[in-house]
């Protein structure tokens, strides 16, 4: 680039390798680019919704139809396309569902900017009518929202079986809907002005293949996949005394510099000696705390294991930190960092049990305050994406516990929205007027998406569900399996209002960030096909920036 100074000389300003696109070529750019990553996304929406298979540079396979993973896991080098990928990410962090809801709001919110660009429409009206279409949305949201109790166990299992629709845990919904609810509704407690706060600290997810997901189980207390460090050692205890410790039981480590010069075999037998007393009087220190169980997250020695097997004491070593702190929750125990200052008030009483079968040790303590939820699956790709669906259903359930709102789902609440939005945009004067149209037009990408991934005709079921909401049922939305228009709330088909609001105002702050963009400034290849300095026509979303790589064989 260059800009000429008065004597009619270029002065150079940017480097050999700097690329620069302007104006409509720049929003054109950051259009295509965020419309490709919620292209990449759409067709996992819903209960009919198709997997992604993302292969990573180690070969390394994950099968999901969840979007933030799919979106988090793609090889994306685009700066436009991670600003929507970060859509995801906050959907995922607020509410834990909803992720592929609002990447595909913001890529439709952008398509139809895009027409609006086209008619000379600023872009400061587009972004304005925007904000006033999504913050008007969110009080609709807020008024059209049911009130439910975190006591109805039907309605909220309903979201949790919404949630795991068309995911892996789909097959099994009921039973792990089940299972979801009474883990979130174990670690609800009430707050002292009435409302409901999940602490999902209390609450452990493990795994373990091999069983169907039906024998999935919920388990008053935490799971520990460990073995003991000897197999002659005692595995089960009624009432144990449990010591949770962050130190090995291991001859202390001599400092780098320190050499040992060792010049006849009893200097050796006394070094040997030396360190079989350090692990003795650390075992000693156990046995005298009390000790019956000892979970610890670093190494034991193999002799000091020998001492604690000869005092009756069952060892764990190599235990994860995570799984420590959440024992430390369980059993109400501090972990010892230091063996030295070891003392019976250390210690918590639990119930230690292992199921020789699975090689699972499991830990209740005396006033147990977590729960572990066991899933099981046939192979390690069922287990993981299990996981994944779960965990959005405990998010979901936990914010519709902690909110207190729901809404229907299936398509009804967007086009609920975009109906009201349009009557709400007689009110407005000027340009913003058409971005506020322009914003409810795109809401219905969700119930237009739905039906295209069941194999239905989205136009007529678009047309059929318009009538039923302009007739007065707000609830009316889409019935993927029959293809029919029905109460989908009364169908069990419920989602979170909170979801559907931060889907709202993430997608509009994403589609607005990119659409307030007019002038793209590289210090290296954008990959524009036109290849000059300035204004270089972007070369579509297969030339995105370095994304076409990473995104070309999903699209």
Known sequence: MSQRMQQGQPMIIMGEDAQRVKDKDAQEYNISAARAVAEAVRSTLGPKGMDKMLVDSMGDVTITNDGVTILTEMDIDNPTAEMVVEVAETQEDEAGDGTTTAVAIAGELLKNAEDLLEQDIHPTAVIKGFNIASEYARQQVDEIAEPVDPDDTDLIKSVAETSMTGKGAELEKEVLADLVVRAVQAITVEADDGSHVVDLQNLKIETQTGSPASESELLSGAVIDKDPVQDGMPTDFESANVLLIDDPIEVEDADVDTSVSIESPDQLQQFLDQEETQL???????????????????????????????????????????????????????????????SADDLATGTISRDAADGLFYVEGADSHGVTLLLRGSTEHVVDELERGINDAIDVVSTTVSDGRTIAGGGAIEVELASRLRDHADSIEGREQLAVEAFADALEIVPRTLAANAGLDAIDLLVDLRAAHEAGDSRAGLDAFSGDVVDTFDAGVVETAHAKEQALSSATEAANLVLKIDDIISAGDLSTAGGDDEGGAPGGAGGMGGMGGGMGGMM
């Open 280 to 342: 003795r009087e650390k075992v000693d220190r156990i046995a005298e705390s009390g000790a019956d169980v000892v979970f610890c997250q670093k190494g034991i020695d193999d002799m000091a294991q020998h001492y604690l097997a000869k005092e009756g004491i069952l060892a764990v070593r190599r235990v994860k930190k995570s799984d420590l702190a959440f024992l430390k929750n369980v059993l109400g125990a501090p972990i010892v960092t230091d063996i030295d200052d070891l």
